[in-house]
């Protein structure tokens, strides 16, 4: 198995040990647990980590609140601590800040401990509680670009959108039912991992709320779900005509074109003038011809609304 250390890793190891430092150096009891603070609240993107860190905020203030109210109103008594965790972990919910829930106890525990709350004990762990979220902030500032994974995932997913447009148009010049459709069931798991990888991205970056690559994504998986529902219609042609080698050849070169680029408009265009073409040409002479041509012009109509989402797709 390969060892591997990544980002957030490193960071978390930075992070806590900055914070265990800066709260000892500050003198504050039971400093260890800044350290504890950053660690929960360090997150794989931007705004996850700024998040984390308010919910967790609130949910310490909170705390502290009702540290007040429960243990100098009613005893210091785990039975107290149990009383209180009834009112306090629905408020925090009802406030969305779950999150800080095991951060909290930990400030609720302390003070818990030293049997008493005085302003100085609530400086101290406002102390901890500012120190272990903003470490992690700054630590978090700090994000790989992702632009070299997104592209390679794009590469990946537009090499096999490639291999599925050459075998429908070998199909359709040769009947040839040999692939296996593998590329399919890759796409599929590739779209997936991608889109997930660049809404992270969007995630880190504060004032965007989508980007090129995620819509490009989306973009690619509507006309994956064409191409799976286009392949038992190909394959139910078994009848060979002119029209099913001129559909082919668009196919292929359609193949070629593959990539992150609009050429959607252009292959439109060419699509409309082979209908044309076929406007012209003679009329099925059999029943069978006649339902293969429907059959094939049905696969046209779907191609077009493949090329038509591709045409939605804005390079900024």
Request: contains cysteine; neutral net charge.
């Amino acid at each position: 198995m390969k060892f591997k250390i990544g980002y957030r890793t490193f960071k978390t190891a930075v992070g806590t040990s900055v914070a265990i430092i800066l709260a000892q150096f500050l003198g504050l009891e039971f400093f260890p647990s800044a350290g504890i603070i950053t660690i929960l609240c360090i997150q794989n993107s931007k705004k996850k980590s700024l998040r984390s860190a308010s919910q967790r905020f609130i949910a310490c203030s909170i705390s502290i609140l009702f540290s007040f109210i429960f243990f100098e109103g009613i005893a210091y008594h785990p039975l107290v601590i149990g009383l209180m965790l009834l009112f306090f972990i629905p408020l925090t919910v009802i406030v969305k800040a779950n999150e800080g829930i095991v951060t909290s106890s930990v400030i609720l525990l302390h003070i818990y401990s030293l049997q008493e709350m005085t302003w100085k004990i609530v400086l101290n762990e406002m102390g901890l509680i500012i120190i272990g979220i903003g470490v992690a902030l700054i630590v978090n500032l700090y994000m790989p670009s992702l632009d070299g994974k997104l592209r390679e995932y794009q590469q990946n997913i537009e090499r096999n959108f490639q291999v599925m447009l050459k075998e429908i148009a070998q199909y359709l010049r040769t009947n040839d039912s040999s692939w296996s459709g593998k590329e399919i069931a890759e796409t599929v798991k590739l779209l997936e991992e991608a889109k997930s990888l660049a809404f992270r991205d969007v995630e880190n970056h504060f004032v965007r709320t989508e980007n090129y690559y995620y819509r490009y994504f989306k973009i690619r998986e509507k006309q994956l779900e064409i191409i799976e529902r286009t392949l038992p219609l190909v394959t139910s042609i078994d009848l060979v005509f002119e029209q099913r080698y001129m559909i082919a050849d668009f196919i292929e070169e359609l193949s070629l074109c593959i990539h992150p680029g609009n050429t959607a408009k252009l292959f439109l265009l060419k699509l409309e003038q082979l209908k044309e073409s076929f406007q012209s040409m003679d009329l099925p002479k059999t029943r069978e011809e006649f339902e293969a041509r429907a059959d094939l012009l049905h696969f046209v109509k779907e191609i077009e609304q493949y090329l038509i989402i591709k045409q939605t797709l804005k390079i900024t």
